[in-house]
């Protein structure tokens, strides 16, 4: 079970409070999507989750362990970045492996874990190319196999398909779908797109200016 529990975060630039305030449990296998306009304070929100960001007020709390001073690769939490943030040089073998070789896995236990990975994604046959040598949607794959593969307890998504053509953006979308049904880790999405916002979400957040303005149901959200 995990649960990831915002209690009154906030995070503040120097005098630019970047996120007020923010309250919110996340619940166990819960897909949530964060909403808003740029500059609304989605992203930090998110990277403080991550612990790639310090957080100013307030408790972060993952299954019950209070995380604001946790090491971010001790968080459980694994992130999927709109840029892929993959390692160039590397082959997409060694950029899903790379996690699990830093935690010492072994090395058949490697190749089991990538493999299965690869082959969820559509990715076995790509395993020794180079990132440049791919598409945006397969590099974007291979930025999500990277997460799945160290079966975190929470993935953390930030704008994964903007940088996609549309109709790959719609594409990504449904699999990304289809990957949260059947894993069911507990999700946080961050995106300005109201569609993605519409299809993936279990609960929509919707913020504006650094608070959290609205929550609910696509369906309520929608409605309101
Ligand atoms: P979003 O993800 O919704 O686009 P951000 O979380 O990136 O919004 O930014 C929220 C606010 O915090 C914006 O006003 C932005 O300019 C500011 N901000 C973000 N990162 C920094 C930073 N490192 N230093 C100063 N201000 C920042
Ligand atoms: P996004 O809106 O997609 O989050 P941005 O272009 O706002 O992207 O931010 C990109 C990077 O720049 C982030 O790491 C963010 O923390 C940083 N950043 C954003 N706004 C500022 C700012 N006003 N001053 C310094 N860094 C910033």
Sequence with gaps: MTEVKLERIGKSYGAVEAVQEFDLTIEDGEFLVLLGPSGCGKSTTLRMIAGLESITTGDLTISGTRMNDVDPKDRGVAMVFQNYALYPHKTVFDNMAMALKLQKVPVEEI???????AEMLGLTEYLERKPAALSGG??????????IVRTPKVFLFDEPLSNLDAKLRVKMRMELQELHDSLGVTSIYVTHDQIEAMTLADRIVIMN?????QVGSPREVYDS
Excluded: H, S
């Design 209 to 213: 200016g650094g608070v959290v303005a």
């Design 138 to 147: 397969q590099r974007q794959r291979v930025a999500i196999g990277r997460a």
């Design 111 to 117: 190749r089991d874990r990538v493999g299965r990975t």
